[in-house]
């Protein structure tokens, strides 16, 4: 038609590692790394997760939270706020039989929700221990990385892929961290910038006899600073302190030792050596405790 602006296809050959082909917009030379980068991406969004406490294995939400993806010379400094996770009232039973989940309402804070008993249960909320799961990198690296939800926390990466979802990987084989069966809303948003880090990945251990281990974990990707947590095995008995040992491995069978470090509270911080690609805790509390890890992690 008359008076229209002609724009030409992409004509030029695309070669791989070369990024996409341009986008309307994109030769505009005031339009920074980040938002070439981030145009057409999911920058902020919340999803629904489903959570079924009777399930073992890694439960994920169904939607992304985040999608961000560009030319790898666009990488940045991406910052991502995981806001504080929020509960749906609503009956296990009533959750599972909606059809679109995604307009579920009525979300609550842990400040919102009531002492009284959860929907379906006889019991209050018990939340259960959400992350995120974090999937980023630049060219043909990607890595993919758990992190602690905690009650909103922010997370620093620099990268030109980023995706984050919503997830729960701990449950009843890790003893006794489960949560309560419910719909959960959780939200993330990223944009440029800087921000200090406080990403974190607390794994448990389970509950451990005094002089006794634990079994081999995983070191969690990116682990940096190690602290030990417990408390007695017995719900009504007087907190005690926690004394035990964080032993690092180079085998998944806990045998080709690197460090035996001692901890006598979660106040001591220990350096992650190199190679300690395995860990185990041994308690020396004089009581059977249950016991975690908590990892700083490197973002």
Known sequence: MRGLPTRFLHVEPIFPGHGLPPRPGEDRPALSPFGRLAMGGALGKSSILI????V????????DMIVVSGDD???????????????????FDVVTSELNQQNLTGEQ??????????????SPVRWPPLEAIFEFGTGGVNTKVYVDYLNGVTVSVCASYLRVRAAISQGRCDDDVVGTSAAYYLAANVAPGFAAAHAQRTISVGAVKDHDDSDVFETPLFANIAALIGRMAHKYDKPTLTIGWIRFWQSPNGTHGVGDFFVSNHQDRI??????????????????????????LAL
């Open 51 to 54: 959570y079924d406490n009777r």
């Open 56 to 63: 073992e294995g890694v439960q994920e939400a169904a939607v």
């Open 73 to 91: 010379i666009d990488a940045s400094q991406l910052v991502v706020t995981l806001h504080p996770p929020r509960v749906i009232p609503l009956a």
């Open 109 to 122: 804070t842990n400040r919102e929700v009531t002492t009284c008993d959860f929907p379906g249960t006889k």
């Open 271 to 296: 350096k992650v050596p190199n190679g300690a690609m395995y860990f185990s805790v041994y308690n020396e509390s004089g009581h059977k405790m249950k016991m975690s890890v908590i990892f700083e």
